[in-house]
């Protein structure tokens, strides 16, 4: 991505996919059958993998939209109020009175600060291909995917093949082999072990690295929870280890990491601190509960990586200056 290209462009990312009312509980632990449980705390909260991420850049400083399907309901006022509130523009969702966001109810462990997902698409009307507008979605130096509506993000992405524009994708069910032509048109491919080993069917990373390099993609991130996360290339891979930080809730960490890592992509940093970042900006969420209330602004990450940071990180942040 050369400046030019940079200076024309409308938004620094475009995302289509997955927006979602989150129903959080925290619970002293996970209920037994037929039981009655009360809730610590409850908050209602915006999710889904892309638009999480876009809230992600947005909060880091960077212009992005978000594509979809909502409609006039109070589940779809909702998630628009907060795109506003978080500076995620919305002139490229597409109205239709009935349709509304996935909706997620989800139960977070006290003790562990684990989650367990329950989500429904009965409100979801996926958008059709006469929708699209490739001056819109072409508009943005990089687009980022989420596994659902796939006909829409596999067009969406021969687009931005065409045009020279990055870009990223998040998965996450193994099952889901119509994933592959997606996976073929992308240059970023960011998904966690478990789809990772099971859409590959490799028997441990090394190999289901060396499946979706095959395919394309110049780069391959494997996330893998509160362990960190391995990335590779055709010439390198690494490690990277998570910060400790006092977990409260780690919905929606992969989805962070996502918008950290496009926001140092979005920055053409070399890719250790692109990792490094995403891995802070992803550590940092974990200390508030939701997807999206600990997302951290580009100077607290700074601050933070410039404590608790390798050398290598503090001493690029120094020179960034
Ligand atoms: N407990 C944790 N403490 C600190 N960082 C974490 C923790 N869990 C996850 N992370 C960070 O977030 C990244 C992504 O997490 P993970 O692999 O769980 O993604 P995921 O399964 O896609 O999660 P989700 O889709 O629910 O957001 C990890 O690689 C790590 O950097
Ligand atoms: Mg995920």
Redesign the pocket.
């Known amino acids: 991505m050369n400046k030019n290209s940079k200076n024309k462009k409308r938004f620094d990312v475009i995302g289509i996919g997955n927006c979602t009312v989150d129903f959080l509980g925290i619970v002293p632990s996970f209920p037994r059958p037929d039981t009655k449980n009360k809730i610590i705390r409850f908050v209602q909260q915006g999710g889904g ?1 892309v638009a ?1 991420a876009l809230v992600t850049l947005a909060r880091l400083g960077a212009k992005v939209s978000f594509i979809g399907k909502l409609g006039d309901n109070e589940f779809s006022h909702f998630v628009i109020n907060d795109f506003i509130q978080e500076k995620v523009d919305i002139s490229g969702v597409i109205k239709e009175e009935k349709a509304g966001p996935y909706l997620g109810f989800i139960l977070i462990d006290k003790e562990k ?3 367990t ?1 329950y989500w429904t698409d009965q409100m979801v009307s996926p958008l059709r291909k006469e929708e699209l507008s490739r001056d819109f979605i072409t508009s943005s130096r990089i687009l980022h995917f989420d596994e659902y509506n796939l006909p829409i993000a596999i067009l969406a992405a021969t687009w931005a093949k065409e045009e020279g524009i990055k870009t990223v994708l ?1 998965a ?1 069910t193994p099952q889901k082999k119509e994933l592959l032509p997606l996976i073929k048109l992308i240059d970023f491919l960011i ?5 990772a080993l099971g859409f590959s069917g490799k028997g441990n990373l090394k190999k289901a690295i060396e499946f979706f390099l095959k395919y394309g993609p110049e780069v391959v ?9 391995l990335t590779a290339t055709k010439k390198k891979r690494f490690f ?6 006092p ?1 409260v809730d ?9 918008g950290g890592f496009i926001y140092g992509l979005l920055k053409n940093w070399p890719i250790e601190v692109i990792s490094e970042f ?2 802070a900006v ?2 940092l ?2 200390e508030k509960l939701g ?1 999206r209330a600990g997302c951290p602004s580009f100077q607290r990450v700074k601050d933070f990586l410039l404590s608790f940071g390798s050398e290598r990180m503090k001493s690029f942040l120094e020179r960034d200056r």
């Open positions: 993998p999480t600060g684990s989650r997902i998040d996450e998904v966690p072990e478990e789809f991130v494997i996330t893998q929870g509160k362990k960190g996360s990277q280890p998570t910060f400790n930080v977990v780690t919905t929606g960490c992969g989805d962070v990491f996502h995403a891995t992803a550590s969420k974990c997807g």
